[in-house]
Nanobody, 120 residues
């Protein structure tokens, strides 16, 4: 069983940066596709960024150029570096993973979520 634990959320001002971390246990990220979702109040969950098992990255249009997803295999941790944050980035952010080659909107494993709030 894979367990994912996020950290790094918080309250920041517009324009600030924040880095989210997701540590995995039970399986290494080298054998998983992994990504970050977010869900704002009253909105559907959105896939923000993902890395395929082949190492290719994809981003939602709303975060391209501002967010970067990366993996530290040695630490078995995935990161989401968020720069130039906007109030509309406010949401609960979830780490997710799957043994499939590419992460879909129905991952096998979820973290508990971490709140990111961006004030204007």
């Amino acid at each position: 069983q894979v367990q994912l634990v996020e950290s790094g959320g918080g309250l920041v001002q517009a324009g600030d940066s924040l880095r989210l971390s997701c540590a995995a246990s039970g399986r290494t990220f080298s054998s998983l596709s992994v990504g970050w979702f977010r869900q704002a109040p009253g909105k559907q969950r959105e896939l923000v960024a993902r890395i395929t098992r082949g190492g290719h990255t994809n981003y939602a249009d709303s975060v391209k150029g501002r967010f970067t997803i990366s993996i530290d295999i040695a630490k078995n941790t995935v990161y989401l570096q968020m720069n130039s944050l906007k109030p509309e980035d406010t949401a609960v952010y979830y780490c997710a993973a799957s043994p499939r080659i590419i992460l879909t909107t129905s991952p096998d494993y979820w973290g508990q979520g971490t709140q990111v709030t961006v004030s204007s």
